[in-house]
T-cell receptor, first 114, second 117 residues
């Protein structure tokens, strides 16, 4: 059973650019959630995807968008990057439909915006 | 909205001793899930233990156990026989049991645990 993977591990962008982060869910999981973790803080929920549709969204602007593919992998896209977007981006997968399903996290992508 | 508070930014313990990390939360829901995650310097968030609010029995996983006080909305983590590999940032998290909408995790600010040899 493969775990959650994310790519790339590190990324450096400049303000105003666009970025795409990728996540492959754990085998058997059908739901992907994305979180933003600023340095020294707890993760903040961005959005969740289930059955290729957004299933809920946190307090993030529309320039944060995502996709889920038929194989349950997912992308997080951020347009018009701002300095405050510098953070660790975590992807978590789970299996919706199981009672109390647990979210399992990938290793994260560290994004630095200059 | 649910909130999670970890009042101890940093804790330290001697190797082989016991340490307790505190967590309180606020919710109007009667059924929910609580989690402790560990995040070592490698950054990967690792599940430590999970508690269902409808269960009165406290969860245990080897050296890790919780003290779940539903009325007080308290969920502390006890680590027994602390090992050097336990050094990490520990996050308490809340998740609704409602099936409608996103099953999002609400995290506390974290507690950095240091193990002294």
């Amino acid at each position: 059973e493969t775990g959650v993977t994310q790519s790339p591990t590190h990324l450096i962008k400049t303000r105003g650019q666009q970025v795409t982060l990728r996540c492959s869910s754990q085998s058997g999981h059908n739901t992907v959630s994305w979180y933003q973790q600023a340095l020294g803080q707890g993760p903040q929920f961005i959005f969740q995807y289930y059955r290729e549709e957004e299933n809920g969204r946190g307090n993030f602007p529309p320039r944060f968008s995502g996709l889920q593919f038929p194989n349950y992998s997912s992308e997080l896209n951020v347009n018009a990057l701002e300095l405050d977007d510098s953070a660790l981006y975590l992807c978590a997968s789970s299996r919706t439909g199981e009672t109390g399903e647990t979210q399992y996290f990938g290793p994260g992508t560290r994004l630095l915006v200059l | 909205a649910q909130t999670v508070t970890q009042s101890q930014p940093e804790m330290s313990v001697q190797e082989a001793e016991t340490v307790t990390l505190s967590c309180t939360y606020d919710t109007s829901e009667s059924d929910y899930y609580l989690f402790w995650y560990k995040q070592p310097p490698s950054r990967q968030m690792i599940l430590v233990i999970r508690q269902e609010a409808y269960k009165q029995q406290n969860a245990t996983e080897n050296r890790f156990s919780v003290n779940f006080q539903k009325a007080a909305k308290s969920f502390s983590l006890k680590i027994s026989d602390s090992q050097l590999g336990d050094a990490a940032m520990y996050f308490c998290a809340y998740r609704t049991s409602l099936l409608k909408g996103a099953q999002k995790l609400v995290f506390g600010q974290g507690t950095r645990l240091t193990i002294n040899p």
